[in-house]
Nanobody
């Protein structure tokens, strides 16, 4: 059974940092382009950042470019998202998944940026 488990979220003040992790089980993600997505209350899920299977290419949404860094450790079957200079508008539930085709969605991890 394929399972994606996101962790590392929490409450942080504006300007703070968090590092999210996504552990995959039941599947090997090393050959897949992977991505982080987020969904804020009342909004559609959006792509935040993506990375190719070999980490050779990364892409970011304009709203997070320069602040977020996506990375992966294929030996650990794990995806990461380093988030710096967090803003209140980054508040959302963050999910990881393959770019396409999607795997089963995990529960996500809540990130709340507030003073």
């Amino acid at each position: 059974q394929v399972q994606l488990v996101e962790s590392g979220g929490g409450l942080v003040q504006p300007g703070g940092s968090l590092r999210l992790s996504c552990a995959a089980s039941g599947t090997i993600i090393s050959g897949n382009a992977m991505a982080w997505y987020r969904q804020a209350p009342g909004k559609e899920r959006e792509l935040v950042a993506s990375i190719t299977g070999t980490s050779s290419l990364t892409n970011y949404a304009a709203s997070v470019k320069g602040r977020f860094t996506i990375s992966r450790d294929n030996a650990k079957n794990t995806l990461y998202l380093q988030m710096n200079s967090l803003k209140p508008e980054d508040t959302a539930v963050y999910y990881c998944n393959a770019v396409w085709p999607h795997l089963s969605w995990g529960q996500g991890t809540q990130v709340t940026v507030s003073s």
